[in-house]
Each structure stands twice: as C-alpha cells, then as structure tokens.
C-alpha cells in the first residue's frame, strides 16, 4: 500500500511494554511489566501542528460554518487552556493558535473527541485526492451540508460529486459498465486514527535501531535486540545528546527542569524553548518520529485502566472497544441514507447482536469498562464517588514542555478526561499498515523455500 501524507513506517514485532524506571513520582504500579506484540503500522513524524488543525477549522467553516455554526465552533482548540492560577498567559492565550509565529508549533487545547474528529477528516480528504489524482473525480470546492465527499458514502454510492473522466470498469450488467472505486481496488487508503498506548510506546521507543543486524535486501536480519532503551534516542544517550562534537550537552528533547528552569539562561538556553518548540525540533529517534518524549503529551486510543496490564492481551492490546454498525432499512437490509453532515448512520450494536455472533465475554457493544469487578481487578470505577476514573478517562502518553524527564520515558503514563484540555497535550495520528508487516510492498508476508521463494 502507498504512504499517506506525513506518515513514516513504523515496522512491528514483539517487545518489552512498561516502566523502566522507578515509580517513584505516583507509586500507583499501572503499567506492569509485560511482553506484547504490535502490528505495522504507519505514524505522523511529528506531532498534528496549529497549521494543520487551522486547515481542518477552515474547512469545517467552509462545509457546515452557514447552516452548522456550532459544529465549526466545537472544532475549535480551547484557547483558555493556557490560563493557569497565578501565571500570566494571555498573550498566548490570544495569539498561541492563530499568530503564524506559532503555526509550525504542534496544536493543544484539543480533547480526545476533537483528535478523533481531526482523524476521521483528514482520511476523507486524503482519499478524495486520491481520486482525484487518479481521474476519478474532478475538484469539488462547492462541497457543502451532506454534499460532502466522505469515504464511506463514496463507496456507498451515497456520494457522485463530479466524476472524473476515468471511471472503475464494473462487470454487473445492470451498472452501465462503471462504477465509484473500492478498497478491493487497492487506490484508497485505510483511515488515519489516535495511536492505540502500545502502538505510541513501541513507536517511542525506537527500539529498531537496537538490533545489530536488521533485515536488508542482502540478509534476513536477527531477531535480537541488544538492549532497552530508557528514552527514545538510543540506550546510550540520556536527556542530553552525548557525543563529543559540537552539539555535546544539548537536550534532546523539550521539558521542565526542577528549580523552576524552564529554558536555562540567557545567553545560554538549553533547550532553547519556554513553551511547546516547533514540531520538526529536537532529535528524531530511530524510526524519524520527533518528540515523542518532551514538547507536548499525546493523546492515544485507550481507556484508562490502572489494571489494563493485568486484562490486555498479548498481540496489539487495547482497551476502549465500542462496536458499531450501519444503519440499515428492516424491509430490503439496504444503508440507511446519510445524515445532514453527510455521514453514513451508525448506530451500537445491540446486546442480542453481540452475544448471537461472539464470544459470550463480549456481551456488550461498549467494553471500556470490561472485566471491571471480576476476581482480578475486583474493583468498580464510580467517577466521583470512589475514583476520578470512568470510561471516558483517555491514556495520554510522554512528557510535555512542563513535565520532568520522567515522563520522557515512553513506559509511563497519565490519563484525562477525554473532554478535556490541557496547554500541555496535543496529538498525532496513525494509519494501518495493511497485508505484509515490512515495509516492501513487494514482498508478502510468510516464509518461503524453493521455487515457492521466487512466486509472487
């Protein structure tokens, strides 16, 4: 499969997901030594920046601002975020999203459900210049209210726009011979989304640049890594670049030092940033993701669970399943028709659904909350009462401009209401890597001997 824009390849494997250090800071023991395994996949090199997200708000305006006003506003990063209890922060809380002195500087103010939104956006427009690119729809900049181009409703064939001069030759008789493509047709992309906490931790890690002899076009590579990085550089390097040369000292990546140091002093600035820098800052691990420990903490998929170690499985582990399925017409099983938004309707699947086709431990379409109460965790999380934790607590992953190095070690983690903001949390997507696990889309999944070797 193609790589979608400002993704880079993150090949997948087994490794070693937990603290590596000492919980001193909270003692709470919530992320347990253990080995999983995580699948390929592609992520942002750097974190979703005020440039990006203001392109998603100016397109929202554009869509939706005259019949939806309050949709584009609810888009809109929490400016007063960055208002804080004896701090003066009003000139970043009126220029930090909007002055283009910050638009390269990675967006905060948004909550989980906003991230989600973001995504879910950027894969329809991704794919429609796909399409477009291909012949097969021609620009469409009148888009507006359900006449929106969405992937779903494209493949439905709830959404025409305009159509290119190409067109997907259809063999169904009763088709006229044409037909919207698919992802059978190997063009579309599969949608951009949050991290699940594993996928963000192995990528952090970087762990890839530990194996001493990785696969090349001219040896199979060992299955061995040689040690466990603490932060995401190297197993050599703590929070300042080591080698003797010019950069000697400096931080690696964007955080808080005790004592009230933020930056370091003038003439001599550390890290050379107050606030969040510049996304492309700081040093890139072994994968090229940049800040994954330092500039701002990230959002990710999961649902908080202090026992999530004890209840995940071992192969791409995840807490935070809801299942849903499409609106359909009780007389002939067909789509229901989109909404104003130009959505294809979903609605939950239902308790006689799930326990009819799956396991009787799926009794339920919502499993944020599964296993609460049984014989291992043994424990009902009643927001308010005994706990700050529900199902709508979100993980949020690595340390931020106002952290301590701590938090720089990807194995830790934090959560927050996914309602929530914070001047000090923005996010980054990523997308499945589908058929083989490596990067070749040339090469196929397996192993193979013989004359079975050179078949494709």
């Not at 390929?40 to 997200?53: C, G, I």
């Amino acid at each position: 499969m193609q790589n979608g824009p400002g993704l880079t390849f993150v090949e997948g494997g087994r490794f070693t997901m937990g603290m590596t250090e000492t919980d001193l800071p909270t003692r709470e023991r919530n992320n347990i030594v253990r080995t999983v395994s995580v699948s390929s996949f592609y992520m942002d090199e750097t974190e979703v920046s005020n440039l990006h997200y203001r392109e998603y708000v100016y397109w929202l305006n554009r869509a939706y601002g005259n019949d939806y006003p309050d949709l584009v506003a609810k888009a809109n990063p929490d400016q007063t975020a960055w208002r804080q209890t004896m701090s003066y922060n009003e000139p970043l809380v009126q220029y930090y999203y909007t002055h283009a002195a910050y638009q390269h500087y990675p967006v905060v103010g948004v909550n989980w459900y906003q991230a989600n939104d973001f995504a879910m956006w950027r894969s329809d427009r991704v794919n429609e210049m796909i399409l477009i690119s291909y012949g097969l729809l021609k620009t469409n900049p009148n888009q507006s209210g359900e006449d929106v181009f969405t992937t779903e409703t494209y493949i439905a064939g709830q959404y025409d726009g305009t159509p290119g001069k190409r067109r997907m030759a259809d063999l169904d008789p009763n088709s006229g011979g044409k037909r919207n493509a698919n992802y059978a047709d190997g063009i579309l992309l599969p949608n951009y989304r949050l991290p699940t906490e594993a996928e963000w931790e192995y990528a952090a890690y970087g762990n890839v640049g530990n194996n001493p002899e990785p696969r090349t076009k001219r040896r199979r590579g060992e299955e061995v890594i040689t040690d466990r990085n603490v932060y995401p550089w190297s197993a050599k390097e703590g929070t300042r670049y080591g080698l003797r040369n010019e950069y000697q000292g400096e931080f690696l990546g964007n955080t808080f030092r005790a004592g009230g140091d933020a930056m370091g002093v003038a003439g001599g600035l550390n890290d050379n940033a107050d606030i969040p820098a510049p996304v492309y800052s700081y040093k890139p691990n072994a994968y090229g993701l940049y800040n994954m420990a330092g500039n701002v903490s990230e959002w990710v998929l999961d649902t908080y669970r202090p026992n999530s170690h004890q209840d995940a499985n071992e192969f791409r582990p995840f807490r935070g399943n809801v299942y849903e399925t499409y609106k359909r017409l009780a007389e002939d099983n067909t789509l229901e028709e989109k909404d104003s938004l130009g959505r294809l309707q979903r609605r939950y699947m239902t308790d006689e659904e799930m326990q009819s086709r799956f396991r009787m431990q799926m009794r339920s379409a919502d499993l944020r909350g599964a296993f609460d109460g049984d014989s291992i965790s043994n424990y009902v999380y009643k927001y308010g009462e005994n706990t700050l934790v529900n199902d709508d607590s979100k993980v949020i992953k690595g340390a931020s401009w106002a952290d301590r190095s701590y938090w720089m070690s990807p194995g830790t983690r934090r959560y927050m209401q996914a309602n929530h903001t914070s001047s000090t949390v923005g996010f980054r997507c990523v997308m499945d890597r589908l058929g083989s696990p490596n990067g070749n889309n040339n090469e196929r999944a397996g192993n193979y001997f013989g004359k079975e070797s050179r078949r494709r």
